[in-house]
């Protein structure tokens, strides 16, 4: 899925989800935010732990997430691949589709920051 | 994906791979079912431990089947957010991906039953 | 091992936890505590929600919790044998050292209740 | 997924993965490769495990390749539904999607063959 | 733990669960015995498919309990090692610790079984 | 566990291990321990990468040994608990046993340097 297309389709389910929250799930939203703000540990650093979280756990949806934040964040290609073997030699070979879908999605970021 | 959409390839899903299936595969399917029925515990509850259990173990097709059961059994939105919340408190933001899916389908299920 | 003993050792080190815990992992624990609140779903069934969840996602200490949360809130043995019986047809059968354990558990919960 | 599809589409993600990848994702990749080569076990076998492995861990594009090497090995398909019984059994219920999924891909890989 | 030692607990425990356990869980149970049977596979192939199943999923007791068939079964500890390596690469690094529990395990079971 | 009680555990199986492994499973250690090396990413990195994955997939032997890795890379405690932080809300409630014996070594850890 292109960056744009999931932008727009994570933002639409979204909105209908906090839309329909009860208070807990609104917290809940509040706090996952702000696990990755800056801190002790920088953004980056952070926004790398929750690539790798989500990419062990194996969920597209949020490994697209944080890649879109490792790249606001100008994580480089070379500290990307270091940290997503670190993900495929935890996670083991059922990590491989999302690390080939992710090595995918980090060129259509770097593509459409190009053409801005 | 849309409830009438789901539940057509659905079908044709179980119906080949019932057809295929050796007796032992068949009892698990049959015991899968028996697991549901009205017991010491009512349908609905029973439906909502399904749908948790679902959630956090993250399988979209089983979510959406098990709110297609909770809607049956008349589960109301408030009772259904305050059970997704557990979900995602026990399985963490991991699981928002399918509870954005999950509202999604639950509003698509009362526009189709509107519609009848 | 036995509810009293469980309930100790887990007392200190969630006293330990929150002694060290920055604010955000003290809000996590608050969200945790409030998920199973009383609501549109009475804490009975909140209970057995989050019992099936910590089942299927096999945490024995989560499940001995909240074994002991159901008890309080008197779900009775064969409400409680149909709920274990849908996280081991949903989890499968890497499910049954937690079931094991789990049956032990609430047996030791009866004894223990029967002493005092 | 149709076979033909699944596997152009696999080429291409692989081959840009490979392109980007570092040494220690390149050594990954070939580690996973070599576990399947005839051994003491024979392929057959071990394409077998790794097809009970990936259906446990669910994940439908590592049971495609597994069922393709599986169809390969001459695996018979009695024998393909006795080993993905003991999948459904272990993993329980929520391996049942992926279980219809990998019926269907069965059934594709035997078309496409006997079109040929 | 020790063969003899975790058999010995296995068994009580079991002995337990079955004594309060419904209708339902039973067939469970029998479904779970019957998919290790002799039939298109061989019982060494199928045990070897609990094994690496168990080990994927990471579960001690499970594993233990795969090991002492595949040993029954007379699977070859290079039989053996050159399935627990698919494990190992398709679940990654976290299946490590079980690893080398199940190596010690299989050590444990030769012993006892020069002891007799 | 102590620190120490658990190195000593871990050597013990390890070594037994890798004399019993083949060649792959020795190359699988190999590539483990390559993942962490300094590299693009620093070690410290690295190695809190290595814990959060390690507790969302809930490993308490990973975990120990990654805590270990930090602690001799100078991680401060207000890093670690917002590293910790992260894995909590991406995991959920179902890491909070594991966040419970983590603060636990963590304290042993620093108490263990305090006496050398």
């Given at each position: 899925?292109?960056p744009?297309?999931?932008?727009e389709?994570?933002?639409?389910?979204?909105d209908?989800?906090?839309?329909?929250a009860?208070?807990?799930?609104k917290?809940f939203?509040?706090?996952?935010?702000?696990a990755?703000?800056?801190?002790a540990?920088?953004?980056?650093?952070?926004?790398?732990?929750?690539?790798?979280?989500?990419?062990?756990?194996?969920?597209?949806?949020?490994?697209?997430?944080?890649?879109e934040?490792?790249f606001k964040?100008?994580v480089s290609?070379?500290e990307?691949?270091?940290?997503?073997?670190i993900a495929?030699v935890v996670?083991?070979?059922i990590?491989?589709?999302?690390?080939?879908?992710?090595?995918?999605?980090?060129?259509?970021?770097a593509?459409?920051?190009s053409?801005?």
């Amino acid at each position: 899925m292109k960056p744009k297309d999931f932008n727009e389709m994570r933002k639409k389910l979204t909105d209908l989800t906090l839309d329909r929250a009860n208070l807990n799930v609104k917290r809940f939203f509040a706090l996952d935010h702000a696990a990755y703000e800056e801190g002790a540990l920088d953004s980056k650093t952070k926004e790398l732990l929750g690539l790798i979280a989500s990419m062990v756990l194996r969920c597209d949806d949020c490994i697209y997430y944080h890649l879109e934040q490792c790249f606001k964040a100008e994580v480089s290609s070379e500290e990307l691949m270091e940290a997503m073997n670190i993900a495929l030699v935890v996670g083991g070979s059922i990590v491989i589709p999302h690390l080939r879908r992710a090595t995918k999605y980090w060129e259509d970021l770097a593509y459409e920051a190009s053409q801005t």
